[in-house]
C-alpha cells in the first residue's frame, strides 16, 4: 500500500478496490493499480481516435479508478452504476468506436448479455466476484465482452432502425425487471454488503433497493439516448443522407 491519498488496489487481499471506505475517506480512495493503467492506455491508444472511443476508455476510468471503484466495495447501489457504466454507456461508445461491418443477427447476443448480467447478480456469484479478484474480473470482462458484442450487433450500419429499436427496448426491460426484483426482495441478498451500508447511513436492504431503482429507473437514460440515435440514424436512411 502507498501512503498518502491514493491506494494500489493490487496490493490489497480480498477486494479488488480494497475493503469498504469510510465516508471521510472516500475521496481519497483512487485506484493506481498499474496493470488497470496500462490497459487503459493501451485502450486509448486503440480506440480514442474517435471521440466515442475517448469516452469509452474516459467512462471505464471513472468505473476503475475513480473513487467509484472503492465505494463500491461499500455500497450495493454504487456496483449498481458500475455496471451500469460498463453495460449501458461504455460497452456501447466501444461500438460506435469499433463498428462492425454489416448488420449482424442480435437478438442471442441479447440472451447472451442478460444471461451474464443476471448470472453476476445471483448472490453466490456476486459474493464470490467481490471477495476474489480472479473472479471479480472475470466478472468485469464477460460483463463489458457480452455487452459490446450486443451492441455492435445493434448499432452496425445498415441494421434496420426498428429493429435496432426493439433491441435497445429490450435490453432496458432485462436491466428494468432485474432492477424492480432486487428493490422488492425482502431480505438483502448479498453477504458482502451486510454491514458497510451502515457507515453511509443506510441499511442493507436500502442500499440493495437503491440499487434496484437504479436499474429500473434512471438506467432508462442511456438506453433511451441509444434509442434516439438509431432512431436518427433510419431517419436520415430514409432521408438517402449518410448516417
Known amino acids: 500500500m502507498i501512503p498518502g491519498a491514493f491506494l494500489i488496489a493490487g496490493g490489497l487481499a480480498g477486494l479488488y478496490c480494497g475493503p469498504a471506505p469510510d465516508p471521510g475517506a472516500i475521496w481519497t480512495r483512487w485506484n493506481l493499480d498499474p496493470l488497470l493503467l496500462a490497459a487503459l492506455a493501451a485502450l486509448a491508444l486503440t480506440l480514442a481516435r474517435s471521440r466515442a472511443g475517448a469516452a469509452a476508455v474516459a467512462v471505464l476510468a471513472v468505473a476503475f479508478v475513480s473513487p467509484l471503484c472503492a465505494l463500491s466495495a461499500a455500497l450495493f447501489s454504487a456496483r449498481v452504476v458500475h455496471h451500469?457504466?460498463?453495460?449501458?454507456v461504455a460497452a456501447p461508445l466501444i461500438a460506435l468506436?469499433?463498428?462492425a461491418q454489416s448488420p449482424r443477427v442480435a437478438t442471442p447476443l441479447l440472451v447472451l448479455a442478460t444471461g451474464v448480467l443476471w448470472a453476476w447478480h445471483l448472490p453466490q456469484a456476486y459474493d464470490a466476484a467481490m471477495a476474489d479478484k480472479g473472479v471479480y474480473w472475470v466478472m468485469q470482462a464477460t460483463l463489458?465482452?457480452?455487452a459490446t458484442a450486443f451492441w455492435r450487433a445493434v448499432l452496425a450500419p445498415g441494421q434496420p432502425a426498428g429493429q435496432a429499436g426493439l433491441?435497445?427496448?429490450g435490453a432496458y426491460m432485462q436491466m428494468g425487471l432485474l432492477g424492480a426484483l432486487l428493490t422488492f426482495a425482502p431480505d438483502p441478498l448479498y453477504e458482502i454488503h451486510r454491514q458497510a451500508p451502515l457507515a453511509w447511513g443506510f441499511t442493507a436492504l436500502a442500499d440493495?433497493?437503491?440499487g434496484g431503482i437504479i436499474m429500473w429507473v434512471?438506467?432508462?437514460i442511456p438506453y433511451a439516448a441509444l434509442g434516439a440515435l438509431?432512431?436518427?440514424?433510419g431517419w436520415r436512411q430514409l432521408q438517402g443522407r449518410p448516417t
Open 144 to 146: 463489458l465482452a457480452s
Open 218 to 220: 434512471p438506467a432508462g
Open 208 to 210: 440493495q433497493q437503491l
Open 84 to 88: 451500469l457504466l460498463l453495460v449501458a
Open 230 to 233: 438509431v432512431a436518427l440514424r
Open 97 to 99: 468506436a469499433w463498428p
Open 167 to 169: 433491441l435497445i427496448l
